[in-house]
């Protein structure tokens, strides 16, 4: 037998089909493209991560009645507007799909809740024109109040990423950990061990427990 032989899906194209029925019933996700059985775990176990974050009552994320979750090749990892994601099949991880999850609740709700954030926070472009026109010079990337950001910043940086990241650091606070260490926003300078020890951290706590 051939050790390297990568062994076939389990799951036959009916399997799969039932496996989009439940993503649908359970979570009103409409998820097309070509699952095969690892991407669907991927985005079953997120969807459960992800909404789950107010176990109590699902349908309280009933924004998603029309959303979208399309696998199609791309340069990015992920691409959202209203009620369509977009997820790259290459290298696809939970990370990615919470964080464009996040992105699609923000935007269904007309992207209210990073400007909420980015108020909460008092972050915000203090030159946006030459952020513009010198998109690699960090004195004008986005200025982050009450750090830390949840994993660094950069220069695509801005109040929609910082609240999906910060969405995605608090469901993988470990991973958002290691990706600030590595961008030189070490949370421990700030006093905190965790993601959830951080403003937004207790900020995103504090969104999704709301009644
Ligand atoms: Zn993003």
Redesign the pocket.
Known sequence: MDRNAVSPSVLTAGDVSIHIRQLFDRFGIHAEGNWDEDKLRILEESSFLFFGMTPENYKKWFWTENLVVRLEDMSKG?L?SKNLVLLNPANLTSWTVV??L??AWDASQGWKLSTWMARATGSQFNYPLFHRMFPKSKSFWYAVGNPPPPCGVDANFNK??DF??SVAAYLFPEEAKKRAEERGWSYERFGCQNFHETFRGKWIDQLVHQK
């Open positions: 992920g959202t964080h464009e996040a992105h929609l990423e999906a990241e």
